[in-house]
């Protein structure tokens, strides 16, 4: 039997979800150089900052004086990532806007577009979208400001600690025989990891977003679909086969808030959107006409029903899955305690502490006998 429209889409939205992963994967790497480079040039700035100061003539505003050079560099740095990842971004568009401006016809969907809309128009419109709280250029300024913290905390530390200059520097940028990630400022880039990997998802969820809208006519809601695998997060697993109205995100059939939407809700938020086609009888008005069959979808133990949701996922998991996954208690109270997956949450999708889950479900506890 060939795939439906909807299997069409949902098994391309798996696919992209991957591409986009392993581009963001790229990014990160050359991001990361950059700054691998420039760090190069600070920790030198540094050494020979701190060669200017024995613990002796230490002051806060000494080391304010002194640090002023290797503040710039840091500012310098940051400034280079913020203009290489925007140059990323703007490629990336470049490729991921076409992308979805195909997405419907390559699976047979005619559609009637408005207004023509360039890839510039949707990198404008996703940069001018903050992203967990701020702009792109926020996050940039927020992670130079917090790693120069980080570096003047150490020295005073060190200083007090009676550590020498090569101590200290040792201390901030880590060791080269565990490849720096011993360093405190180790921190700073896992902190640019997620910044870069979240920002391709929300700029890839602004191209997704305008297609939707252009797409009005034939899509009648939009279903969160998010891994089924041991990594994703409490709030994207209890949305996942969730829908959305399409125009304005309100739950249908539930009560759990879409929130920023699928790639969007957390930090590196791997969930991705899947456009739900209207059946032929609500497009052409005539009753009766077959609806759309349910596919398959991905799954880390292979192809599963297409309306797999995460919570049927995980019921069929073996018990140390499951126990990897919402822990050894929850584990136990959906196993032995016949606690449904849903009710570890509110009906507002609020993870649930044990002890909200005790004052709940009492006899599920008593049963499962924890």
């Known amino acids: 039997m060939a795939a439906s429209v909807n299997e069409l889409l ?50 806060v505003e000494r ?34 806007w076409p992308y979805q401006q195909n997405l419907f016809p390559s699976v047979g969907i005619t559609m009637q577009l408005g207004t023509t809309v360039s890839a510039a128009q949707v990198y404008s419109a996703a940069m001018s979208r903050p992203f967990q709280g701020r702009l792109l250029s926020e996050w940039s300024k927020s992670i130079e400001a917090d790693r120069m913290v980080r570096i003047r905390d150490a020295i005073r530390i060190g200083f007090v600690e009676g550590q020498t200059s090569d101590e200290i520097v040792k201390r901030i940028r880590g060791t080269r025989a565990k490849g720096y990630a011993d360093g405190i400022i180790e921190i700073d880039r896992r902190n640019a990891e997620a910044v870069v990997r979240t920002a391709v ?10 297609m939707f809208k252009q797409g009005a006519d034939v899509i009648k809601a939009i279903q969160w679909s998010s891994a089924l695998d041991g990594r994703t997060t409490e709030q994207c697993r209890i949305r996942d086969g969730k829908q959305y109205t399409p125009d304005d995100h309100k739950p249908i059939g539930h009560k759990i808030p879409w929130g920023s939407g699928p790639g969007r809700l957390h930090w590196r938020c791997r969930s991705a959107a899947v456009a739900i086609t209207k059946s032929l009888s609500e497009i052409t008005g005539i009753p009766g006409l077959p609806e759309n069959p349910v596919g398959m ?6 192809a599963v029903p297409g309306d797999t949701t995460y919570g049927e996922w995980i019921k069929k998991q073996s018990a140390a899955r499951q126990d990897e996954i919402v822990g050894p208690t929850r584990g136990a109270l959906m196993r032995s305690g016949k606690l449904p997956f849903d009710s570890l949450y509110t009906d507002r999708g609020e993870y649930l502490t044990l002890d909200q889950l005790r004052e709940r479900n009492a006899a599920a506890f008593k049963r499962a006998g924890v």
């Open 10 to 59: 949902a098994d391309a939205a798996i696919h992209h979800a991957v591409d986009l992963a392993q581009y963001s994967t790229g990014v990160v790497r050359r991001i990361i150089a950059l700054l691998n480079r420039t760090d190069a040039d600070l920790f030198a700035q540094l050494t020979a900052a701190l060669g200017q100061m024995d613990a002796e003539s230490f002051t």
């Open 63 to 96: 080391l304010e004086a002194i640090l002023q050079s290797v503040r710039s560099l840091n500012a310098q740095a940051y400034q280079r990532v913020e203009m290489a990842l925007t140059a990323e971004l703007r490629s990336f568009v470049e490729i991921e």
């Open 201 to 210: 998802q929300h700029t890839a969820a602004g191209a997704r977003d305008e």
């Open 297 to 302: 979808r991905a799954s880390m133990d292979g």
